[in-house]
């Protein structure tokens, strides 16, 4: 137990920490006062390091202050199973594991034995189709787990055991929820199929541990914040997770609790293409007006954060204030430059939005009290949510459809049925998209790529009946679904009159994108302009066309994605699907809680 450092901090905090150093002084050593200390002089801390979130002096003494508590601490903790579904991302799986293993060496959560966390471990569970990347996905997980981070690899080979496991009549009960796909094909299942057949295993690791949390992560997210001042962006390690999820599910009746993200959205490019052409307009625009050697004005007052779905080209339908405006490009290159460079540097992150990134409405995290932030939930953000050993009852529902929305459905059920136990809290973790050494993601479902085409029809496909899904079982868990059964009546013409909603809302939206980016076309193309006649910006100039070249492919009048959701034949057979899917619910939580058991 090292005293001199708090001794030498609560001088800082100023009169507010008055009391605690009489305390301190007065201590004799004894354990549960100095825990108290500790535990009031943190949120003290805290307070200042968010006044100045870029202080590293602020965030290293609130780091090593929660590692003496650590320390100290001789109470029980809960134990973690941190769960990364991956498929074909090594480089994202690396930095993942990397930050999971930053987060236990700057807080200590739990504490060492023999160099080895007692408190954490991790579960790899691998969909990857590409031999290499399987390889380097088992190689990874090794390699942190002589680190020292307790790590699993659960790949093909290992969930194929887990499920041989399952008599044939349990399997064929639970193909609705784990899918029934070929052995010599058993890769990009999906990730909702993935998480249901990590339950299963999950299952087997949490009944040999008491007092386990289970916490799915996505391989693109990392244990920081983004933090935003007038110094620029900063990413930070200056939230304890798992501290502070420790003490939330010892403390109350919490089941469930879901996070965020902050940084790059977690929705698809394509609910964001409206809002994103505004903002590419308004940028060229404004650039239009200036000359190309003048020094870059693109350095005002950071934009506001953006933590309200800003990026979502339909946040009205989730509740959210519907932006009007368009938001300033900030230009992220340093020291002295021109227009030139800054719209070369622009041009190059453009393309980059096809993957998910939005390099104008990113989302910064916003402190508060944890305590202050907990709040009822109806969403399951897939990527960042923890829950008890109990909730495994909750999988993720129609799996094998491959739908996106899956953790905003799921969510509404959990939320029908358990209520105020079910809880989001101000604990986001950071998204990074793509990869910088090769500007895209290293995989993403449903996007087709071919040299610079971006095909993103099949993930517009899946958003667009995945909100069709959502959106008619909100209203049929408000009905009383699934705890009580409807009728096959009262769940077609739920499905159908949604459906008959969202195509409307998709077609007006269709439309405005087709006019913004005729305008931007017109605007951009304009011999007049100045980019056209500037020799530096040849290869700029190739980006910004392929991102408009990208842009009508996937949203102009042809569009393969729109062409889709209007197939009256397709719509019917998706109908079908979801409608069976719904109906078939109850008997697949039956089964599935069955065989929990």
């Excluded at 040849?538 to 062409?563: C, H, L, S, V, W």
Aim: proline share 4%.
């Amino acid at each position: 137990m090292t005293r001199p450092f708090l001794a030498t901090l609560l001088p800082l905090l100023g009169d507010a920490a008055t009391v605690l150093q009489t305390r301190l002084q007065n201590s004799n050593n004894d354990r549960q006062e100095l825990l108290a200390i500790y535990n009031a002089a943190l949120p003290l801390l805290e307070a200042q390091l968010w006044q100045s979130p870029h202080s590293n002096h602020l965030l290293g003494h609130y780091q090593q202050l929660f590692r003496e508590l650590e320390q100290l601490d001789e109470e029980p903790h809960h134990h973690f199973i941190i769960v990364i579904p991956v498929a074909d991302r090594p480089q994202h799986l690396q930095a993942c594991l990397g930050s999971t293993l930053q987060l236990c060496d700057t807080f200590g959560y739990g504490g060492k034995l023999e160099g080895r966390y007692q408190r954490v471990e991790v579960l790899i569970a691998d969909d990857s189709r590409e031999q290499d990347n399987i390889d380097r996905h088992r190689e990874i997980t090794a390699d942190y787990d002589q680190r020292g981070l307790t790590s699993h690899y659960f790949g093909q080979a290992e969930q194929l055991a887990q499920l041989d496991k399952l008599d044939t009549q349990t399997r064929q009960q639970l193909t609705p929820i784990i899918g029934d796909i070929p052995r010599d094909a058993f890769s990009h299942k999906g990730a909702s199929i993935m998480r249901n057949i990590a339950y299963l295993k999950l299952r087997e690791m949490v009944a040999k541990k008491e007092n386990t949390l289970i916490y799915f992560i996505d391989s693109d997210q990392e244990f920081q914040v983004k933090v935003q001042s007038d110094r620029g962006e900063r990413n930070i390690y200056a939230i304890n997770y798992l501290y502070h999820l420790d003490r939330i599910f010892a403390k109350g009746d919490t089941t469930i609790l879901t996070g965020k993200v902050v940084g790059d959205p977690p929705v698809s490019p394509s609910v964001m293409a409206a809002n994103f052409l505004d903002d590419v307009s308004a940028f060229t625009a404004e650039l239009a007006g200036l000359t190309a050697e003048a020094s870059c004005c693109f350095h005002g007052t950071p934009q506001q954060n953006s933590d309200d779905a800003a990026y979502h080209d339909m946040a009205d339908l989730f509740g959210f204030k519907q932006k009007q405006h368009a938001f300033s490009y900030q230009c992220t290159l340093s020291g002295s430059h021109d227009h030139t460079a800054c719209f070369s540097d622009f041009a190059q992150k453009l393309n980059r939005f096809f993957d998910g990134e939005h390099p104008t409405r990113k989302s910064y995290y916003e402190h508060q009290p944890l305590n202050d932030s907990i709040t009822p939930a109806r969403t399951i953000y897939t990527g960042n949510y923890i829950f008890r050993a109990d909730a495994l009852r909750y999988f993720i529902p129609f799996a094998t459809l491959k739908l996106r929305m899956a953790g905003p459905v799921l969510g509404r059920i959990i939320k029908s049925e358990i209520g105020g136990q079910f809880v989001s809290a101000n604990l986001p973790m950071l998204h990074k998209r793509t990869v910088d050494e090769i500007g895209q993601s290293e995989f993403r479902p449903g996007i087709n790529r071919e040299q610079h085409a971006v095909d993103l029809s099949g993930e517009y496909e899946r958003q667009f009946f995945g909100d069709v899904m959502l959106f008619s079982m909100e209203q049929l868990t408000a009905a009383g679904y699934p705890l009580h059964a409807l009728s096959s009546e009262t769940v077609t013409t739920t499905v159908q009159q949604v459906e008959e909603q969202m195509l409307h809302n998709y077609t007006v939206k269709h439309r405005q994108i087709v006019e913004k980016l005729r305008a931007l076309k017109t605007l951009y193309f304009s011999s007049q302009q100045w980019w056209h006649h500037t020799p530096a910006l040849t290869q700029p100039r190739k980006e910004m066309e392929r991102f408009i070249a990208n842009m009508e492919y996937n949203f102009g009048d042809e569009a393969t994605g729109y062409q889709l959701i209007h197939s009256a034949a397709h719509r019917a057979q998706r109908q079908r699907d979801i409608i069976n899917a719904i109906l078939s619910y109850r008997d697949d939580r039956q089964a599935w809680e069955s065989q929990l058991q």
